[in-house]
């Protein structure tokens, strides 16, 4: 069995003053996980287990400024960003993939465990009054169904546990492509330009009402209102510090799973909920350039009596987009 720790670790501070809120624990190359922002990168350390399991740390800010503790709890979306981050790293540590070659994204899951987010008081430092503290979570990870072509990872599986201090709060899965740039270039046929396609968005609408939502703040909200019920626009805003966070030529997965858990949430928008589970599955980039519609309609409860919504994203008359079926819990019981 290997056992290869790539941690990572502070220097000890001097004579500090026991009020003084800890250092963050330092984190991977942000350029492993694809993060032009140091402090949105949520990953402290890999280890490898066995030849195809990995082992990694991460950190949750409850602070966070996209995804902050809501109700007691962290926000999903948190754990979807660190899942995200770990195949990018382990694409580039573990199997030697160059930095520069796209991860594409063919499908998303997750399933929390009831209470597996709740952001319990864990400190053992004195802090700051005031200061936030970060949650420690480990996500063990194994890959499957590797596909190569010659000395090159083509498209990978892996599947996740997700435990806080030492107990298990969510499972996961993903499946991705790798694409050199030049093969990249071609499947984007002329939109593979960041800056190009950035500048070309389509203008941002209103945002539909913060709470209707779930959100904080409108910048967050991932919504517009059209002329239908259960029908919204995508707003896609190009400025935004976490979902793009750098130039990217088209909508972020991460924006989309956002948009459809605002979606479950707009739907039943007379109680918070949860999104307990998400089911995605990644058809065609939606363009910066064309507007992107967002429509729900309820589906048949799941066996533990949860409400389900489906999620299509659509742009033109082509195929969805992205579908995403989100499983929800009231807040209060997630």
Same mark, same amino acid.
């Given at each position: ?96 993939? @160059? ?102 968005? !389509? @203008? ?16 967050? !909200? ?29 909508? @972020? ?40 519609? !967002? ?40």
């Amino acid at each position: 069995m290997f056992r290869t720790d790539h941690s990572t670790t502070m220097p000890d501070t001097v004579d500090a003053p026991m009020t003084a809120a800890p250092a963050a624990p330092a984190t991977v190359p942000k350029e492993y996980v694809h993060k032009r922002a140091a402090e949105e990168v949520l990953l402290t350390g890999w280890e490898q287990l066995a030849e195809d399991s990995y082992r990694i740390t991460a950190r949750w800010p409850r602070d966070h400024r996209a995804y902050g503790v809501r109700n007691g709890h962290h926000d999903p979306m948190l754990l979807v960003e660190t899942i995200r981050q770990t195949f990018p790293l382990l694409s580039h540590v573990a199997f030697d993939i @160059p930095v520069g070659h796209q991860l594409i994204w063919d499908h998303f899951s997750y399933a929390l465990i009831p209470g597996g987010l709740w952001a319990g008081a864990r400190d053992t430092v004195p802090r700051q009054r005031g200061a936030a503290a970060d949650d420690e979570v480990r996500i063990d990870a194994v890959c499957q169904d590797v596909v190569r072509r010659g000395n090159r990872v083509a498209a990978l599986t892996l599947a996740y546990v997700v435990s806080r201090d030492g107990e298990p709060i969510a499972t996961a899965q993903t499946r991705f492509t790798v694409q050199t740039p030049a093969i990249y270039r071609r499947l984007r046929a002329g939109k593979g330009d960041p800056a190009a396609m950035m500048a070309a968005a !389509v @203008p941002l609408p209103a945002p539909i009402p913060v709470a209707r939502a779930g959100r904080a703040a409108p910048r967050e !909200v991932a919504l517009s209102a059209t002329d239908r019920a259960r029908r919204w626009q995508l707003r896609v805003d190009t400025h935004h510090p976490v979902h793009f966070d750098h130039p990217v030529d088209h909508a @972020p997965g991460s924006l989309l799973l956002d948009a459809a858990r605002q979606a479950a949430q707009a739907l039943h928008h007379q109680t918070p909920v949860m999104a307990v589970a998400m089911e995605c599955d990644f058809t065609r980039y939606v363009e910066l350039d064309e507007p992107c519609l !967002v429509e729900v309609t309820q589906l048949p409860r799941d066996p533990a009596r949860r409400d389900r919504v489906g999620v299509v994203l659509q742009q033109g008359t082509g195929d969805p987009s992205c579908t995403i079926i989100v499983t929800v819990a009231p807040l209060t019981t997630a």
